[in-house]
């Protein structure tokens, strides 16, 4: 209690600065139909004193108002509203945008909605590392198999990172893919790929918004250490049905959508499904490899105050060679939003969210059947609090349960010479209470500032082993090596007993400095606390990583990031430029022995070791908003480093206690996109990337040991993959871009990896066949050129 009473201290001060404004006029803008608040809506006074735009919230003010005048606004889909003001005192109004029918105007198919905005920087604000796409940029941009992809599309944004060509994983800023929290209508998402990478889980025609944290992340968000994606999932239409979908060479979507009961109750259904495996039928290959995942969303819009919101999403892979192998893994959540508006100033958002990450894997020829997954269940209540008009406060907690299932062996058939084997599963419990600010101090300082208190328990019915001196691994000086410790005894926890407890103060800070009307200075500062962790034997992002919860033997991951940029916009706004420098420091990053078995390993904290870690790095992100010719230039230039010392003199650490490069370690990355619209009908895009190569680890040196070739290594990723580049190019054909209703519908043609660029996934050693007692490498490419087609359309 004393910690929670010192949460809402911090911010008296803020509320004692606060005084009415004598000549404020401000106001909020609603949807008629759904009572949603419209962001991004133009309002403008007759004398032109006001000309601004309605916030997230709908909301909008001025400070400088008199008189009579005539009061417009803007947006579109929207028909415009005016009305006659007489504005005498301070002044809060609700204002209602009535749609424009959407069966008698011009509509293209449906996008997906990165941001509401349009490109131009918002200097004023206090958010930085944020990155935004239109939703005609990512919509145009081209991608492999034909299959606009969300995640992929963040990979062109300076700053963002993944493992390679084929994953769906991403890594921002030297952070690790298991630091990225990732929120489906604010549930929890633990695999973000389906084919092993090649598709994202996130169907582009449910999606409504995205967006994406890299830094100077709002108290509010807790739980990784190292960004926040936010997705949520559209609402479906209370007025008209509508359909709309796609098909492409290996997949096809559909998307149905509209009123149960017309202006109150509505619904959407998006499914997917690939269907590659249906040309191993016509061969004599007996394998099977597709996914298919089922997005619905039920609203209800209980007038005028209240909203209701349940949302699912469902997604299963489904791999199988001959009757060797059989896996499949996928999502389920379920999702229920319920929103009270008490009053203008005050808003209530209640969240309670189900995750269930399922992993099967059966090895006919060994003869076991393997599980795992994680299941979550969240809670969470927000208030946003709107003090005055230049103070707004965001408040509220969280609370998560988690139950772990690290791995279940079992015999795949009454022959099977294995033994049920099942490592003990893990509880935790994850509570906390957040509270932040946007505050505008005066005409050129804007700040948001907040605490994060959280904590975790974890918890039993478990049975925790026991070492000397506490430690799990020891090292053997005589080997030179770490090894497992031998476990002295057994600690037994009853079902919901302690067994750790962790907490941290989480504070977070950004400033906005206005220098000149369309120039300013933004700093930021955030400290996140990451209380699972994930156990991988790769570096990619795959159904094969196995969650893993802080204990007595594995410590919360703990990150402090430090931003600053320059932010402008020029050419009246047609250009922005945005260059933003950061640094990060982590601590009790896992690290792996030499040798660790990392699958199916009861003990796994025999293997681990924790590390510290260190990113820093500098990024370009130069746009063209407007005009047919539009996209970006970025560019950025980082590190991202480990180390992990002797626990003591004598201990020589993980690669002999030296810092070495990171796996998503990329010193260069470069990105060029471009849009041009040639006619009405046809559109042109394309984009260049270049990166330096992944670091790896090569053997330096070969011995011989009883007849076999042993490879030497000297350190952790010593070299790297050669550099990573391609170009990608598509074209869009609208054959009636000026039908108004009815059928309508577009192709996409193109091309991915124009010139045919082979670039190595992997290298691996093996002796030549050609020549004896030769070693050569092997270079492993995914992709080379990959044309496609997509038609897609609208009714």
């Given at each position: 209690m004393?910690k ?15 005084a ?13 139909t759904t009572?949603a ?34 009061l417009?606004?803007?947006?579109e ?7 006659e ?9 609700t ?30 604000k ?6 935004k796409?239109?939703?005609?940029e ?20 300076p ?31 633990y ?5 092993y ?25 807790g739980?990784r250490?190292?960004?926040v994606l936010?997705?949520?999932?559209k ?8 359909v ?16 149960i009961?017309?202006?109150k109750?509505?619904?959407?259904v998006?499914?997917?499904g690939?269907y590659?495996h249906l ?7 007996n ?5 298919y995942?089922?997005?619905a ?8 105050f ?12 489904i ?15 379920v999702s ?5 508006r ?5 808003k ?12 099967n ?8 059947n393997?599980?795992s997954?994680i299941?979550?269940y ?6 946003d ?17 988690y ?26 419990f994850?509570?906390?209470?957040f ?14 500032y ?7 328990y ?10 000397a ?15 497992k ?20 103060f ?5 400033v906005?400095v206005?220098?000149?009307e369309?120039q ?12 699972i962790?994930?156990?991988?034997n790769?570096?990619a ?6 969650w893993e919860?802080?204990g007595?033997?594995?410590k919360p ?21 945005e ?23 009861r ?44 626990r003591?003199?004598?201990e ?23 849009n041009?619209q ?12 270049l ?17 076999q ?12 993959l050669?550099?990573f580049h ?27 990896n ?7 996934a992997?290298?691996s050693?093996?002796?030549?066949e050609?020549y004896?007692?030769?070693?050569e ?12 087609v ?5 009714l």
């Amino acid at each position: 209690m004393k910690k929670t009473l010192l949460l809402v201290s911090f911010f008296s001060w803020s509320l004692q600065m606060w005084a009415q404004d004598p000549d404020l006029f401000a106001g909020y803008v609603y949807d008629a139909t759904t009572e949603a608040p419209i962001s991004n809506a133009l309002i403008k006074k007759s004398d032109s004193t006001i000309a601004k735009k309605t916030n997230e919230e709908g909301y909008f003010y001025s400070s400088k108002t008199y008189g009579s005048f005539t009061l417009t606004i803007e947006k579109e889909g929207y028909q415009t509203y005016s009305e006659e003001i007489n504005h005498t005192g301070a002044t809060t109004k609700t204002f209602y945008l009535t749609p424009i029918n959407i069966a008698n105007s011009v509509e293209e198919l449906d996008e997906i909605i990165i941001d509401t905005t349009v490109n131009k920087i918002d200097i004023r604000k206090p958010e930085m590392s944020v990155n935004k796409l239109t939703a005609e940029e990512i919509k145009k941009l081209p991608v492999v198999l034909g299959e606009t992809d969300i995640l992929k599309s963040l990979l062109l944004l300076p700053g963002v990172v993944n493992s390679g060509e084929g994953t769906s994983g991403f890594n921002v800023r030297g952070g690790g893919n298991d630091q990225n929290l990732l929120l489906l209508d604010q549930s929890n998402v633990y695999s973000s790929s389906h084919l092993y990478g090649f598709f994202s889980v996130f169907n582009n025609d449910a999606v409504k918004n995205i967006k994406l944290y890299k830094g100077g992340i709002p108290a509010r968000y807790g739980g990784r250490a190292s960004s926040v994606l936010e997705i949520n999932q559209k609402v479906g239409d209370y007025e008209n049905l509508k359909v709309n979908g796609g098909i492409g060479l290996l997949s096809s979507r559909l998307t149905v959508e509209g009123p149960i009961v017309k202006d109150k109750l509505s619904y959407l259904v998006s499914g997917r499904g690939s269907y590659a495996h249906l040309f191993l039928k016509l061969t004599d290959i007996n394998s099977t490899a597709y996914f298919y995942d089922v997005n619905a969303k039920l609203s209800y819009n209980i007038k005028p105050f209240n909203e209701l919101h349940i949302t699912s999403y469902f997604g299963r892979d489904i791999f199988k060679f001959n009757d060797t192998f059989d896996n499949n893994f996928g999502n389920t959540i379920v999702s229920a939003n319920y929103n009270h508006r008490f009053n203008d100033n005050l808003k209530g958002q209640l969240y309670t969210n189900y995750t269930d990450y399922y992993y099967n894997l059966t090895l006919g020829f060994v003869g076991f059947n393997w599980t795992s997954g994680i299941l979550n269940y969240d809670v969470k209540y927000q208030l946003d609090h709107r003090v005055s008009d230049k103070l707004n406060l965001k408040y509220g907690f969280q609370a998560q349960y988690y139950n772990f299932n690290p791995g279940l062996i079992e015999p795949d058939s009454p022959e099977s010479q294995i033994n049920r084997y099942e490592i003990p599963r893990k509880y935790a419990f994850e509570p906390a209470a957040f509270i932040e600010a946007e505050q505008e101090i005066s005409d050129i300082l804007r700040v948001n500032y907040g605490v994060r208190y959280s904590q975790f328990y974890r918890m039993g019915e478990e049975s925790i082993n026991q070492y000397a001196n506490n430690n799990a691994v020891i090292f053997n000086p005589t080997t030179d090596a770490y090894e497992k410790a031998t476990p002295i005894s057994e600690q037994y926890y009853g079902k919901n007993k302690k067994i750790s407890f962790y907490d941290n103060f989480e504070p977070r800070l950004a400033v906005s400095v206005q220098m000149q009307e369309d120039q300013s200075l933004k700093i930021s500062y955030s400290k996140m606390a990451q209380y699972i962790h994930v156990i991988s034997n790769t570096n990619a992002a795959t159904p094969l990583d196995i969650w893993e919860p802080s204990g007595p033997y594995i410590k919360p991951q703990i990150v402090h990031q430090y931003a600053v940029g320059y932010f402008q916009n020029f050419g009246f706004d047609k250009y922005s430029l945005e260059i933003e420098s950061y640094f990060k420091a982590g601590k009790n990053r896992l690290d792996y022995i030499d040798g660790a078995d990392l699958i199916g390993n009861r003990a796994i904290e025999q293997v681990l070791l924790n590390g510290k870690t260190e990113a820093y790095g500098l990024e370009f992100l130069f746009r063209k908003n407007t005009g047919k010719l539009n996209g970006w230039i970025a560019y950025t230039i980082a590190k991202s480093m480990q180390q992990t010392e002797g626990r003591t003199p004598d201990e020589k650490g993980i690669n002999n206690g030296e810092w070495y490069r990171t796996p998503y370690d990329r010193l260069h990355d470069l990105t060029i996109v471009a849009n041009y619209q040639l006619t009405p009908k046809w559109n042109i895009s394309g984009n260049f990337t270049l990166q330096s190569g992944r670091p790896v680890t090569y053997p330096v040196g070969k011995y011989q040991f009883l007849d076999q070739t042993i490879n030497d290594f000297n350190s952790r990723n010593n070299y790297s993959l050669p550099a990573f580049h391609h170009l990608d190019l598509s074209a869009t054909y609208i054959p009636k871009p000026d039908k108004k209703k009815g059928w309508q519908s577009e192709w996409v043609f193109s091309i991915y990896n124009v010139y045919n660029r082979k670039n190595a996934a992997s290298i691996s050693f093996r002796e030549s066949e050609d020549y004896i007692g030769k070693t050569e490498a092997v270079k492993l490419s995914i992709f080379g050129i990959v044309p496609s087609v997509t038609y897609n359309f609208k009714l």
